[in-house]
């Protein structure tokens, strides 16, 4: 029952708000969201980099894997084996039979690299805003995440970072240098049951 | 005849004063730990003892920025540093900004066939090419490729990076606005290297000065400055020590002063009470600087005790001589006296022969100090005051209370003697777990610093460079080979996790072998062309880019090698000269500093290394503990010798069983109950307090021994009785003063020494034989 204008006001307000939710962009807080729901998984990848002075862009392949909330670990295995697995504050990279440790926020440059992977797979904002001013654009079907560093001294490196994906599915990292050169990485996850025996 | 004879005495005397004014001017105080270390070190201790002054550990200054936000922290770290590094004091100051790495990157890039551990004929076989050249192709694109992108041409099979992954911890501090900071606090890091030697306190003490000067001049009041480390400490313990001696000296002296004065009442006898503790002062100083060259801190606060045991050779001459005079006392009181000071004489001089400088020190100057004491008693009393103190003071009132005491403490002889055989259970229980002081009990470096240097540790990554593997051979070509063959053996392990990795010399400046083995391993300009052209073919790097790369290498194929010289005039020599001592024998010593070592990896790198000649796995801190360990064995079995010596002695002088009986009783039960005491309270044992056990035997001696006397006269002597609680209390008070004293070693012997000292007057009164009271004297 109705019994003041006041009230009237406030009907007509919460109209109003519902109205401009149901056609307002796909935001941040959502994809984290859904993104977070996601505990992990695996999946394979095709990277191509553009340098400039080279002749042709360098391919790569291999699999990346996930657990949430922190560990990653991407595993080459064309042209070369080598492994590079993040957890915690450490990243361990395997070539050549050896293996090295580098604490993360020992190189901020790498930690912001990381810090953009780990964030978005484990919708972890707070992660991404401590580098980045992040944007989304899309719909939940098909998002991309802008990531600009907000750091000088990353921006001198890194000048975006631009994910893309589907739902709670990350499915391409492209990454655009300061002075030009970029890498793109098309990611297709393992299938659910294949990926459900590997989480077993 | 007389007349002449005490001229002579003050003229000699007055000699002697002179002389040690003079040799006592010159004296150095020392107050590093070394005196701590043994004497004649073998050569695995010889370096222990060079690191523990010179090496790169004893020239680290920590500083930590507090206060303020992040970025003036940064600000404040980026300014200091460059301040510091202008002052030419440092050989090093790192914050981590990366800026100042220019000049030793360029190097390590322009010597890098020389120094790159990849260099081998395979590497620069076409395949080996094709595959060093696609592994540092795969770093471009990526954030990292921004660093090699530029020398791409020129170093295509990426042997800088080689050299520079070979080279950089795997600890890193925390990076943050491009400098470092702590993980756990809010605080800039700074790592320094001081130009100067660890042991020069002088200069450690002003490159500290210059830290804080150059940080006031930073005009940022919001922060503050922290340092530690291990020149930090050493300055800091010799300013306390310094100031300590300084207080003790002076609280004691007004202290014993105005005790005496009540006691005597009059002024010149005062004074004369203090020759013999003067006289003792002197001559331990003077002795110990002649016999050691510097006289330690610890020592000299030791000495200032002296005044609490000299002080009673003229406390028994003034009291006693008042009736009979000089002659008199002469006769009756002073083969006591003597008698006394053998005993003591005989637990010190058990020290003389410890094999530990600091513990020959003490025993030296206690030696010479009660000797020259006594003497000074002997000799010069007798001239200056022929009959005593001629003052009333409080004497009656001490005869008083010392023979209410007498008639008291015989009636407690079977509760005393439950006491001491509770401790002796006790002890036995407790077994050799009572014993264990160590050599931190010694550092007066306190527990907020101890804690604030760790925490800087774990922030910079750096650990205390206590674990290392040295290398000695006849010259520097054969220490370098046998370096990369132990380098060699480790890196299994650091592949393995067992180290977290270690610094070698032989990597900046590699055995002349190693470098030729590398120059001969590269190919001439036609035919590397001709590999490279092969290598490249199809791939995204055409060959045609990579002419620099040809002239490089053959200008690689004759540059000369590097040697000591070439090193000394780099942007790297002082790393090279912290981990590689050259001796004056040519001989060289290098020494690769083991970083965090999981538990129980020194095992395995010993096993690793077991058949390696002239090569050594030392770690520092179990080192100096066993060498502690070792000095307190030694420094037990001596006391327990001296112990034995006195029992002998005095056997021998007194003749009698039970008379042996009731001077020794009396001694042994107040070291029990001192010990037991002690032992019951939780206070870890060390060679100090087993000092302070000598002590307390060298001034019971005395005690028991005038009971004795005054038990063989036949009567109660009041004027005896009221001179030994003089002696006593004043003993009591001057060790009390050292119970307080804020440095460890002091604090262990005063607490000792004063309950001790108290116990065996009063366990000699309870022992000594029932008198029938007698008349006053």
């Not at chain 2, 003067?278 to 330690?296: E, K, M, N, R, W």
């Not at chain 2, 103190?389 to 003697?417: D, N």
């Not at chain 2, 036609?526 to 290498?553: D, K």
């Amino acid at each position: 029952m109705i019994r003041s204008r006041t009230d009237r006001a406030l009907l007509v307000a919460l109209a109003l708000a519902a109205a401009s939710g149901a056609a307002r962009a796909f935001e941040l807080g959502e994809l984290m969201r859904l993104l977070g729901a996601n505990r992990g998984g695996s999946a394979t990848y095709d990277e191509q980099r553009y340098v400039q002075g080279l002749d042709a862009p360098l391919h790569s392949s291999g699999t990346l894997s996930y657990t949430a909330p922190d560990r990653f670990t991407r595993h080459m295995e064309q042209p070369r084996a080598e492994t590079v697995s993040v957890a915690g504050n450490t990243l361990t990279l395997t070539k050549n039979g050896k293996t090295r440790n580098v604490a993360l926020d020992s190189v901020p440059e790498m930690g912001a690299i990381v810090a953009a992977m780990r964030g978005t797979l484990s919708g972890d904002a707070g992660a991404l805003e401590r580098w980045f001013r992040p944007q989304v654009e899309g719909s939940a079907e098909r998002w991309s995440l802008v990531l600009v560093p907000s750091e000088e001294r990353i921006a001198a490196r890194v000048a975006t970072i631009l994910i893309g994906g589907r739902h709670g599915e990350v499915r391409r990292v492209e990454v655009r240098l300061a002075d030009g050169d970029r890498s793109v990485m098309e990611i297709e996850p393992l299938a659910a049951a294949k990926r459900a025996s590997v989480a077993r | 005849m007389i007349e002449r004879r005490g001229a002579r005495v003050l003229a000699l005397w007055l000699l002697f004063l002179a002389i040690a004014a003079l040799a006592i001017g010159r004296t150095r105080l020392d107050t590093s730990l070394s005196a701590f270390l043994p004497k004649s070190p073998d050569a695995e201790q010889r370096i222990l003892i060079e690191q523990l002054a010179s090496g790169i550990a004893a020239r680290s200054l920590l500083i930590g920025i507090e206060g303020g936000s992040a970025a003036q922290r940064a600000a404040a770290s980026r300014a200091l540093a460059a301040r510091l590094i202008e002052s030419g004091l440092f050989e090093q100051v790192q914050n981590g900004a990366s800026d100042g790495f220019e000049a030793a990157g360029r190097w390590l890039f322009e010597h890098r066939y020389l120094l790159s551990p990849s260099v081998a004929p395979e590497r620069y076989t076409i395949a080996g090419l094709r595959d060093a050249i696609d592994e540092t192709l795969s770093l471009l694109g990526t954030p990292a490729g921004g660093a090699i992108k530029p020398s791409l041409a020129s170093d295509p099979t990426g042997e800088t990076l080689a050299i520079a992954e070979a080279l950089i911890p795997a600890g890193a501090p925390r990076n943050e606005d491009g400098v470092w900071v702590s993980r756990s606090h809010p605080r800039a890091l700074l790592l320094a290297s001081t130009r100067a030697a660890g042991g020069d306190l002088d200069a450690q003490a002003t490159a500290i000065a210059r830290v804080r000067s150059e940080f006031q001049a930073l005009a940022a009041p919001e922060l503050r400055v922290v340092l530690s480390g291990p020149a930090v400490f050493s300055v800091q313990s010799r300013a306390q020590i310094q100031a300590e001696i300084r207080r003790l000296a002076l609280a004691g002296g007004v202290l014993i002063s105005l005790l005496l004065w009540f006691a005597f009442a009059s002024l010149p006898a005062l004074l004369v009470a203090l020759l013999p503790v003067l006289t003792g002062i002197a001559a331990g100083v003077v002795a110990v600087s002649f016999s050691f060259g510097s006289v330690h801190g610890i020592t000299l606060g030791f000495g200032s005790t002296l005044i609490g045991e000299s002080v009673d050779y003229a406390i028994y001459y003034l009291i006693q001589a008042r009736g009979g005079g000089a002659a008199h006392w002469l006769r009756h009181s002073w083969p006591t006296v003597r008698l006394g000071l053998l005993t003591s004489v005989c637990g010190f001089a058990a020290l003389l022969f410890s094999g530990f400088p600091g513990l020959a020190q003490l025993g030296l100057f206690s030696f010479a100090g009660l000797v020259a004491a006594a003497l000074a008693t002997r000799y010069l009393l007798p001239v200056l005051t022929p009959h005593g103190a001629s003052g009333a003071g409080v004497r009656q009132q001490l005869a008083r209370v010392a023979t209410g005491a007498m008639g008291v403490m015989p009636k407690l002889r079977y509760a005393v003697l439950a006491l001491g055989a509770l401790c002796v259970g006790w002890l036995v229980w407790q077994g050799a777990a009572v014993w264990r002081g160590d050599l931190a009990s010694l550092s007066p470096v306190p527990e907020a610093a101890i804690k604030l240097d760790a925490e800087l540790r774990a922030d910079l990554s750096v650990g205390d460079a206590s674990t290392f593997v040295v290398v000695q051979q006849g010259d520097l070509e054969a220490t370098l080979r046998s370096a990369e063959t132990v380098s060699a053996r480790l890196d299994p392990l650091v592949e393995q996790g067992v180290l977290g990795g270690y610094d070698t010399p032989a990597r900046l400046l590699p055995s002349r072998a190693t470098q030729e083995r590398r120059i001969a391993s590269l190919p001439g300009a036609r035919e590397l062309a001709e590999r490279v052209e092969q290598a490249t073919a199809g791939g995204p790097l055409r060959a045609e880019r990579l002419g620099p790369f040809v002239e490089a290498v053959e200008a690689a194929r004759k540059q000369a090698p590097l040697d000591a010289a070439s090193i000394a005039t780099s942007p790297l020599a002082s790393i090279v000269d912290a981990l590689l001592l050259r001796r004056t024998d040519g001989s060289a010593a290098a020494l690769i500093a083991l970083q965090s070592a999981a538990p129980g990896a020194l095992a395995r790198v010993r096993d690793a290394l077991r058949d390696v000649p002239n090569v050594r796995v030392i770690d520092v801190r179990h080192e100096l503990q066993r060498l502690y360990a070792h000095y307190l064995r030694e420094a037990l079995l001596q006391a327990l010798l001296g112990a034995c010596a006195v029992v002998v002695l005095l056997a021998f002088r007194l003749r009698s069983l039970p008379r042996l009986m009731s001077v020794c009783l009396p001694l042994a039960l107040a070291v029990l109950l001192t010990l037991g005491g002690l032992a019951a309270a939780g206070a870890p044992l060390g060679i100090l307090h087993l000092v302070g056990l000598l002590l307390v035997v060298a001034l019971g001696s005395n005690y028991v021994l005038f009971f004795d006397q005054l038990h063989r006269a036949g009567r109660t002597d009041h004027d005896t009785l009221a001179s030994l609680l003089l002696a006593n209390v004043t003993t009591v008070v001057s060790f009390g003063l050292l119970a307080v004293s804020a440095i460890p070693s002091l604090s262990s012997i005063g607490r000792t020494v004063a309950p001790g000292a108290l116990l065996a007057l009063l366990l000699a009164a309870a022992f000594a034989a029932p008198r029938k009271p007698a008349t006053s004297a």
